[in-house]
């Protein structure tokens, strides 16, 4: 079957794999745990749909980013299985994913900017620990560090 460009939406397993720079076992792996399907050729070969690209680069770029494999197909298992999502439908995943994301740039954001200062942890080994967490105040709203895994104004309040 051919798209409107008159590029086949069918692709075998190495060229998914040329297109996303995973390996052929790792598209086994992800299609066993029902990231991506494929169907049968006439000859048993596996052909994936040309959209499973855009489907596995997600996955890639989910997991460099820390999400589980289970987050990830929660997220997919949302989209249609049997035909390529089309825009409204990829709006919706990113939405959802969308709180998530902005969770985990927060975190990012206290780390770097709190990384060579004290964090909260308790550990009180930096000078301006006595300033920032005087008598381990941090520690009252529970273990870590606070003031990178909170915001911190919702542990000083």
Not at 34 to 40: D, E, I, P
Not at 65 to 78: K, T, V, Y
Request: with cysteine.
């Amino acid at each position: 079957m051919a798209s409107k460009s008159g590029k086949s939406n069918q692709l075998p397993i190495g060229e998914i794999a040329r297109r996303t720079g995973l390996s052929v076992s790792a598209i086994r792996f992800y299609e066993e745990r029902g990231l991506v399907a494929s169907v049968r050729n006439s000859g048993g070969q596996r052909r994936f749909a040309r959209s499973d690209i855009r489907r596995l680069s997600i996955v890639m770029i989910a997991q460099n980013m820390g999400f589980s494999l289970n987050r990830i197909q929660e997220a997919l298992s949302a989209l249609p299985s049997h035909r390529a999502p089309n825009k409204a439908e990829w709006a919706k995943l990113a939405a959802d994913f969308k709180t998530d994301i902005d969770a985990r740039i927060g975190v990012l954001e206290r780390l770097r900017d709190r990384l060579g200062m004290c964090i909260g942890c308790g550990c009180l080994s930096l000078e301006d620990c006595a300033l920032y967490n005087t008598e381990d105040k941090a520690g009252r709203s529970g273990s870590g560090p606070r003031y990178v895994v909170e915001d911190i104004s919702k542990v000083e309040g």
